[in-house]
């Protein structure tokens, strides 16, 4: 007889992004369609809980290619929209998806039937002030991203040509963020922003979506400097399935692995978790093309020897951990 699949947290899916970009409409989303997550992938994929982003930014492309010379634009009304998506969903998909918001929303979350849904904004943008990221919390927001690739008033990104760390207006942030239980992600974040963030915080961060350095050195992935950090915080770093953070070329499962693999032998397993990126990134490794597959992943390392509770931290327990001591 098969084990019991592993239940699963993704800590990024841009799941309103796909949403207000492609199909215009939350009806489809129980259809088993060929996409990276839905409804019926949650079920295949045992994922009981995942991140869903609210994309603050916009380009301005013409069929399909970004025009030169445009900015980097957020518009509040942009980002509601986004929100507004995800109360949809819990609304149309009741039996299947629920909104989590505060700590007792999680309790027995591996048993519990259903995928509940944290809407993550990813990069602080739409915040002219610290103290607006109530306005946010009370919208249902309970994880914020400094930066997305473009730098801000609070944080130098991954991309920043100086990189500032974290200002201090971003100190600010990272301490409003704390006191109203938001949890502080660093995914897109510069070195010294991480760094910076934590030296400063006193509860754990999540790094949502990148992978390691060493084994591919890609501007969006992290080194050892600061793994040691989160591991020192108790933070966790979401290793993601972005083909181009995992390696050169062509990449599978095996590749997630190894990513996997260097933070265990080198900062054990507790740092250690999921963040997909799925429907924010269209190359993804082979044996992962969508949700349904992930078991596939938790069986390779089961197969490297990692113990089924080992294992269990990866998918699940680590950022659940994380977000029972941040969340009010
Ligand atoms: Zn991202």
């Excluded at 930066?147 to 301490?175: F, H, P, Q």
Aim: glycine share 10%.
């Amino acid at each position: 007889m098969a084990s019991k699949p592993f239940p699963v947290i993704d800590l990024h899916e841009d799941i309103s992004a796909y949403i207000l970009e492609s199909e215009r409409n939350v009806k489809p989303f129980n259809v088993d369609f060929e996409r990276h997550v839905d409804i019926p992938k949650y079920g295949r994929g045992n994922v009981v809980l995942v991140v869903g982003a609210a994309f603050p930014g916009e380009y301005k492309y013409v069929g399909g290619e970004r025009v030169r010379g445009t900015v980097f634009r957020c518009t509040q009304q942009r980002v509601l929209d986004h929100i507004a998506t995800y109360y949809r969903l819990v609304k149309e998909f009741p039996e299947h998806l629920y909104l989590v918001e505060r700590r007792s929303d999680l309790l027995g979350l591996g048993e519990r039937k259903g995928t509940g849904i944290l809407i993550g904004l990813e990069g602080a943008y739409p915040l002219d002030d610290p103290w607006d990221l109530e306005v946010y919390y009370r919208l249902g927001v309970r994880v914020l991203g400094l930066t997305w690739n473009i730098e801000n008033r609070y944080a130098a990104s991954c991309m920043s040509k100086r990189d500032y760390g974290l200002t201090g207006s971003g100190s600010e942030l990272v301490d409003v963020a704390e006191r109203y239980g938001v949890i502080v992600d660093l995914a897109h974040a510069s070195k010294k922003t991480m760094l910076d963030v934590l030296s400063i915080t006193s509860k754990p961060v999540i790094i949502s979506h990148a992978c390691i350095k060493k084994i591919h050195d890609h501007p969006r992935n992290i080194d050892d400097e600061v793994l040691e950090e989160l591991k020192h915080r108790n933070g966790v770093v979401g290793i993601t399935f972005v083909a181009d953070f995992l390696g050169k070329g062509e990449v599978g499962v095996n590749e997630v692995v190894e990513h996997l693999m260097y933070v265990y032998d080198n900062f054990g397993v507790d740092i250690l978790a999921i963040g997909s990126d799925y429907l924010g990134t269209t190359r993804l490794p082979r044996g992962l093309e969508d949700i349904g597959k992930i078991q596939l992943l938790f069986k390779k390392l089961l197969e490297k020897g990692m113990s089924r509770e080992d294992v269990e931290k990866i998918a699940w327990r680590n950022a659940y951990r994380v977000f029972m001591e941040v969340l009010r």
